[in-house]
């Protein structure tokens, strides 16, 4: 049984990055779930600023991508290097 894999994305309304990253995380998954259909997995957009403890976090660096509550990047998504940190989880 494949480990579960949890990606949240932590967003600004308004920031052109966090479009950029949305964009970017979508085709990173699409990636993934072709190379790996049963590998089990939640995405989950987060508005930053509807969360204090994450806006005292992160505040500075959204979009932030999270991967099992780690953060795996910041500002701009490295579409490789997140597709290759999912597959060393299966």
């Known amino acids: ?12 309304q308004g920031c052109h990055l966090c479009d950029e990253a ?14 790996h259909p049963s590998a089990a997995y939640t ?9 204090p403890k994450l806006l005292a976090k992160y505040s500075d660096e959204v979009p932030v991508l999270l991967l099992n509550e780690e953060q795996i990047s910041f500002f701009r998504i490295d579409a490789d290097r997140v ?3 999912l597959k060393a989880l299966v």
């Open 43 to 51: 995405v989950e957009t987060i508005d930053i600023d509807g969360s």
């Open 83 to 85: 597709l290759m940190k």
């Open 1 to 12: 049984m494949n480990p579960k894999i949890r990606l949240e994305l932590i967003t600004r």
């Open 22 to 35: 949305q964009d970017a995380l979508a085709g990173v998954i699409a990636r993934f779930s072709n190379e």
